[in-house]
């Protein structure tokens, strides 16, 4: 092999090996995730807790099960998201004072 | 490589069906919103001929309800709007070097779905009723309003909202990706700033609008229960969700405005904009606490002091960096070399009228002084004042300003002095007697008023003061058929004080805006090489081929089958037609999207040899 | 190289869906389109928040609402999002034929997950006479989970066009991007899912 095909094969195989290990990543993530639904799901069958543990308990597992899809599933972490990060978390502001309004000032 | 060579020549109509040029939609969003502009300031001097004289049976009340919802609705959403996107799409992406819009198709769509949404929304006068529970409908009202007019509105601005949001995203992708080289974000021209700024904005309230609309074209055509109480409905869930898009939306309208003024003040000062980083960092202020007040429009609904505190306090904060840009203009201003033409005189006008809407806003702001003057005058002279005084003056001041960039003619300077000062006038007679009479306690969206409460002469003034804007709008009217008809060819420079990059390429632009992509040295670009003694911007690329995008008639049928789409299911409790319909019109615009997805359009090519030849024929 | 030009493995970047112009905008305009629907989804969740308890006599979500099928929808989509991360996977490792199966893997799971939802809108609809009529509960429950259900159809509609129309043509500069954002799509019909089966069926369980 020339220099350059070695090169390029270097490339390759060096790629093909990051993705390898990204794609772990990401079976790790949907077991984590995997994990925290049965979690969510189980705190809700098992009577003896209390509604006001299991509301914000179930909420939080929530967050983190979509934290890690956004930045696994949907390559959040990776270089160049910047932008799209940042118009995401202000869609997540409104969406929040939105929701934060309905289930405080709404009369009732 | 290309695949459709566009050598077909094209008659004017289908040309503009189909266009996909920003330039071109910038024109047909011109026209649409022009004459929404003048059906609204109709819909204006029918109320103000029935109000100019107390007992007056001009018109009967159910009319007046029509009339006053669908000026409101008509102005912002029909009018403002599409006036405040034709400058977006004629002067952004000449501001920043690019050749096009992020996605050209959508643009169009965007204007398509305007349009068919504002013709719909108007079918109501000629099939039994206009909407009438006031443009911003709240539910208890609106869902017990007989006939269809509130299914008009429902209906129509929600494929005219379609476009609205498709239009944002397109201008936010643009601006983020498709700036010439050497253009930081530090160096945008604040025009496309508050374009920036907008466009985020809607990106965020317009889904709540959606949202909202949905739930009370269920709730009246599909039997839900959202709003009603009997079943469990609240009616404050409408108001909450059309707030926190409404609230957004006037900081939509009036950002545009402001950054219209900027670019006036520092040409016709012959000086750059004085504070620009300040300028900057007031907009994104602006655009960020206009998502955090919307609770303002109910302070008497009942929400409890705790709420009412937050809100008004917020409320005020927003005169922080409004405050700022007024200054900055100002100071602009000072020391400037003043040319006084005719979209300095209105950025000269819009400071004080502006202020006076911002400072009744503040009265406004505060919770319990709200109780007084909630639903009477005194808010309708507010609101008018901030918008006829910032959002008309801006988009006055902008048509003018950027008319011959877009059509490669001067608007007569006589006649546009003459617009202006009869407008001016016009529009303080009206609206700031109105502050006072809401003080005395008329209340507003009422459809006469009894004599003797000290009322008839402010009414009677008010009434003159829109018989002023109306000639105003002729004069306007006249300056532009003139002007077609006139065989002038504005420079490339038109004003010959540009500074930006608009004003180095021919006025109207090339197909193409560019040659050859430039390179953004500062700020100011074209001022930059001005006082380098250079007439054009360096290059930033050789010439070579330029890839264009194809016109489509998709658009136009998109947008036809959510037209078709509506007719049907607003008759769907009348007639047995209305759901097929329904589902027909549904089926066009679902088809028409597979078949842009389906049929491969790279495109054509302009070639290099082409603009070369042109280059030569200039020289020659 | 132009967008249609067929890749390799050696001339192929490792973004293929960011490498052109275009694919950049596509790239980012969609994240901006997920920023909007966020609100979008968070106005219908907030209204179903606010009406949630008022069932007009009628049922409760705690009359309504088991754990096995909703237990097994969440699977099925989680599932098809790991499958869709699969596909895109292969994309970038230049596999087209892999990514095309991962992806009918993902529709078929979509599928499935549609086929309950409507199976248990049918079961409250004729075991508890609970419809989007009933009351303001059921008009907002149907409305929030109906608008996912419908997004979740118009995903798998996308991504069936686009497997049949790029079927023969390999992998290109002009296709990587519309499987990319498709596929992002599909992740975040997943976010929402979790939101969905949190606040409206876990905490209507409890109470």
Known sequence: MTTEEKNVRGDWEYRLKKNRDEMRMQVVSFALMLFLTLVAFFAVSYDKYSAWFIVPFILLLGVVQVVFQLYYFMHMSHRGHGTAAFFLYSGVLVAFLTVLTFLTIVWI | MSTLANTKPKSVLWDYLTTVDHKKIAILYLVAGGFFFIVGGIEAMLIRIQLAVPENTFVGADTYNELMTMHGTTMIFLAAMPLIFALMNAVVPLQIGARDVAFPFLNALGFWLFLMGGIFLNLGWFLGGAPDAGWTSYASLSLYSPGHGIDFYTLGLQISGAGTLIGGINFLVTIINMRAPGMTYMRMPLFTWTVFVASALILFAFPPLTVGIFLMIFDRLFGANFFDPTLGGNTIIWEHLFWIFGHPEVYILILPAFGVFSEVFATFSRKRLFGYTSMVFAIVLIGFLGFMVWVHHMFTTGLGPIANAIFAVATMAIAVPTGIKIFNWLLTMWGGSISFTTPMLYAVSFIPSFVLGGVTGIMLAAAPADYQYHDTYFVVAHFHYVIVGGVVLGLLAGVTYWWPKMFGKMLDEKLGKITFWLFLIGFHLTFFIQHFVGLMGMPRRVWTFLDGQGWNTANLISSIGAVFMAVAVLVLVINIIKTSMSKQQADGDAWGDGRTLEWAIPSPPPEYNFKQTPLVRGLDPLWIEKMEGRKEIVPAEPVGDIHMPNGSILPLLMSLGLFIAAIGFLYRNDYAWGDPIGAGGLFITFASMFLRSWIDDHGYHIHKEELIDEEEKEVK | ?207
Do not use: C
């Open chain 3, 1 to 207: 190289m132009s967008a249609e030009e067929k890749l390799t493995r050696e001339n192929f970047p490792e973004s293929p869906e960011k490498a052109t112009l275009e694919g950049k905008n596509k790239f980012l305009g969609f994240w901006l389109f997920l920023g909007g629907e966020t609100v979008l989804f968070a106005s219908l969740f907030a209204t179903y928040l606010a009406l949630k308890d008022s069932n007009a006599g009628g049922a409760t979500s705690q009359d309504l609402f088991e754990l096995p099928i909703v237990f097994i929808a969440t699977m099925l989509l989680l599932t098809s999002s790991l499958t869709s991360v699969y596909a895109i996977y292969h994309m970038k490792n230049f596999q087209y034929r892999k990514m095309q199966i991962w992806f009918i893997i993902t529709i078929l799971l979509g599928a499935g997950f549609l086929a309950l939802e409507i199976y248990e809108f049918n079961h409250y609809v004729h075991e508890f006479e609970f419809t989007f009529k009933s009351s303001a509960f059921g008009s907002a429950f149907y409305t929030l989970v109906g608008f996912h259900g419908g997004h979740v159809a118009v995903g798998l509609g996308w991504f069936i066009t686009l497997l049949i129309r790029n079927g023969r043509r390999g992998l290109s500069l002009y296709n990587a991007p519309k499987f990319y954002v498709a596929s992002l799509y599909w992740h975040f019909i997943d976010v929402v899912w979790v939101f969905i089966f949190t606040v409206v069926y876990l905490m209507g369980m409890v109470g």
